[in-house]
């Protein structure tokens, strides 16, 4: 007997829901490059690693309200949130004794995020 687990859709957007696509691409790399810059800089200083509930804490607080990042709250909230929780997933892996490829998350770039 045979399961289908998943589908495949080809999405096919027009061109404003492309530049959307890619705009809010933009906005979680800045979160993912904004959220690496904190701990990396808390790892310098010799402070504790801020993990996801104190990285979302303080997107949602200071971040959100602050006029320089006032343009995040241009991008739905989930994708910013699960990006969050990707940068969670690599740091942990990154001081996972059982990882065979340990090593620190990178910095998105515009053409490899």
């Given amino acids: 007997m045979r399961i289908h687990k998943g589908y495949k859709f080809r999405l096919e957007p027009s061109s404003e829901q492309q530049s959307e696509m890619i705009r809010f ?3 979680n790399r800045a979160v993912w490059n904004q959220s690496l810059r904190i701990i990396k800089s808390r ?53 996972d004794k059982n990882q065979p490829n340990k090593r620190m998350p990178r910095f998105k770039k515009e053409r490899r995020a």
């Fill in 43 to 95: 790892l310098e200083q010799r402070l504790p690693i801020m993990w996801f509930h104190e990285l979302n804490w303080s997107m949602v607080n200071l971040w959100e309200k602050s006029d320089e990042m006032l343009w995040l709250n241009e991008a739905p909230s989930q994708s910013l949130i699960q990006t969050l929780k990707h940068l969670d997933r690599a740091m942990r892996d990154c001081f």
């Fill in 25 to 27: 691409a933009g906005h």
